[in-house]
């Protein structure tokens, strides 16, 4: 079976002035430095802050080994689109990954499954993994739809064969849980991550997003097709991140 080590990353969303941004990039590379073998957390950590803060952050973490991420990029290399980055900016400042179509995005900026899909694209040209965001609102939970809802998403919004063509990454945040404080219950979580696996195949590292924090990520983490989890406010904290992350089986 392929070997998918856990992944464990922060979405700090529009937070972090350069004050509180650097002093919690700083604490988890100095956790990351000082933790002897057996306090080192088992998974691989990847934090990903706003634009403004990704040179600093990149610089501050150098060597630790925790990676760094954008939350988003534009489809083209460059060129006269005001206000957006493109895939090799996020590259530039030394990113390896990039987190796409999140529900804030989808919902908030109406970015559909085909722009999304664009954007997956532009992220392997550029050499960034992907991490591609999908989940269903309340609704379409309560209507029996979470599956075909989540389903019709990854098909319109990943390239063909994506999986094959590179490292990818796929993270379930059903929209009802994100800041809710409400995670979604294990079992919602096995049954989705398992549909997800057989539709994604062994190589695809699965995340869970949505309300993970210290005292439920053990649980959520030892699933058998969780391969992580996309947290979000709870990292914004050193000790609960920390501690998420300390928390892979
Ligand atoms: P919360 O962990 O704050 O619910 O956010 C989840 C999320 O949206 C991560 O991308």
């Known amino acids: 079976m392929t070997e998918r080590k856990k992944l464990v990353a922060g979405n700090w969303k529009m937070n972090g002035l350069r004050a ?8 988890l590379g100095r956790r ?10 088992r998974c691989a950590m990847l934090v990903c ?8 952050v990149a610089a501050m973490l150098a060597g630790s080994g925790i990676a760094l991420g954008g939350q988003d990029c ?11 980055l493109s895939a090799e900016m996020l590259a530039d400042a ?3 990954h990039v987190i796409l179509g999140h529900s804030e995005r989808r919902h908030g900026h109406g970015e559909s499954d085909a722009l999304v899909r664009e954007k997956v694209a532009a992220a392997r040209r550029a050499g960034l993994v992907p991490v591609v965001c999908v989940g269903e609102t309340l609704e379409q939970r309560q209507a029996g739809a979470a599956w075909a ?14 999986a094959e063509a590179g490292e990818l990454i796929v993270a379930y945040e059903p929209v009802w849980a994100i800041g809710s404080g409400l995670a979604a219950s294990l079992e919602d979580i096995a049954e989705m991550h398992a549909a997800l ?7 695809v590292r699965i995340l869970y997003g949505g309300s993970v924090n210290p005292g439920n990520a053990a649980a959520i983490l030892a699933l058998a ?3 992580g989890a996309l947290v979000g406010g709870a990292s914004l904290d050193a000790q609960a991140f920390w501690s998420i992350a300390r928390s892979c089986p």
Not at 49 to 56: G, I, K, V
Not at 74 to 84: N, Q, V
Not at 197 to 203: D, E, H, T
């Open 20 to 27: 509180d941004g650097l002093a919690l990039a700083g604490e």
């Open 32 to 41: 990351m430095g000082s933790a002897d073998a057996s306090d080192k957390p």
């Open 49 to 56: 802050p706003p634009a403004t803060l990704l040179a600093s």
């Open 74 to 84: 534009h489809p083209a290399p460059k060129g006269a689109f005001t206000g957006d």
């Open 94 to 96: 030394g990113c390896s």
């Open 149 to 162: 809802t989540v389903d019709a998403q990854l098909a319109a919004s990943l390239p063909e064969r994506a």
């Open 197 to 203: 696996r057989a539709r994604l195949g062994a190589a």
């Open 225 to 227: 097709d969780v391969d």
